[in-house]
C-alpha cells in the first residue's frame, strides 16, 4: 500500500476561500466578485490535477461545487446590478425545483473604464456581460471535468479499486450535476432571442 501523502494543500486552500466567502459583505463590488470567481476557478483547476486530491474525492473534489454555487450568487448579483438578468423568477426555488434558493448579495454599480477610457451605459453591459460569461464559462469547464473525473473512479470502485464506494460517489456527482443545471439556466441571460451566445470572444 502506498503511503499517505500529507503535503496536498488543497483541502487547506478550499477551507480557506470558504471561510473567506462567509466573511464577505452583503454589498460588493464587481472587481471583488471577479476576483473572487477567478480564485475559484485557480483553486479548482488545481485540485483536478492533484493526485492527492483523485486519492481522496470526498475531501477537496467535495468543496467544488459548494464553491461554484457561491460564484453563481455573486454573480447573479452583478446581473441585477447591470440589468442583464432577462428573469425575475431566475433563481426562484419553486421555478427550478430545488429547496433552497441562493445567497443574495448586493452588487454595487460603479464606473467602467477601459484603459483611461470610460465607458458609457451601453458599453459598460457589454463588457460587464463579456466578462461573467467568460467567467462562468471557466467555472463550467472545472464542473464538467469534475463529473468526468466523478464518473471515472465509479467506474473504479465498481471494479474493485481502492477509492471511495459507487453510491457515495453517485451522490458527489449528482451534487456536480445540480449545480451544472443551475449554470445552465443561468446562462441563458447570456443568449439573443435566437438562442445564440452573445458572449464576445
Known amino acids: 500500500m502506498e503511503p499517505s501523502t500529507t503535503n496536498c494543500p488543497c483541502s487547506i486552500n478550499g477551507l480557506q476561500i470558504i ?11 464587481l472587481g ?6 477567478h480564485r475559484v476557478y485557480t483553486h479548482g483547476k488545481e485540485v483536478l490535477q492533484c493526485q492527492d486530491c483523485r486519492k481522496s474525492p470526498h475531501t477537496s ?20 446590478a447591470y440589468n442583464i438578468t432577462r428573469s425575475n423568477t431566475l433563481f426562484d426555488p419553486a421555478v ?20 483611461q477610457i470610460e465607458l458609457d451605459e451601453k458599453e459598460s453591459v457589454m463588457l ?10 471557466k467555472i463550467l469547464e472545472v ?16 471494479g474493485g479499486g481502492r477509492c471511495a464506494g459507487p453510491a457515495a460517489l453517485r451522490v458527489c456527482e ?11 439556466v443561468f446562462m441563458k441571460q ?10 464576445l470572444p
Open 32 to 37: 471583488t466578485v471577479l476576483d473572487i470567481v
Open 61 to 80: 473534489y467535495v468543496m467544488i461545487p459548494a464553491l461554484a454555487e457561491q460564484c453563481l450568487s455573486l454573480l447573479e448579483a452583478v446581473c441585477i
Open 174 to 184: 449528482s451534487s456536480v450535476e445540480a449545480t451544472m443545471q443551475r449554470f445552465a
Open 96 to 115: 427550478l425545483g430545488y429547496e433552497e434558493p441562493l445567497s443574495q448579495f448586493i452588487c454595487m454599480r460603479s464606473k467602467t473604464v477601459l484603459g
Open 143 to 158: 464542473l464538467e471535468t469534475l463529473q468526468k473525473i466523478f464518473r471515472s473512479l465509479g467506474k473504479e470502485a465498481v
Open 190 to 199: 447570456f443568449e439573443d432571442s435566437s438562442g445564440r451566445w452573445i458572449i
Open 19 to 29: 471561510t473567506e466567502l462567509r466573511k464577505v459583505q452583503p454589498v460588493v463590488e
Open 128 to 137: 460587464v456581460r463579456t466578462l461573467l460569461g467568460r467567467n462562468l464559462m
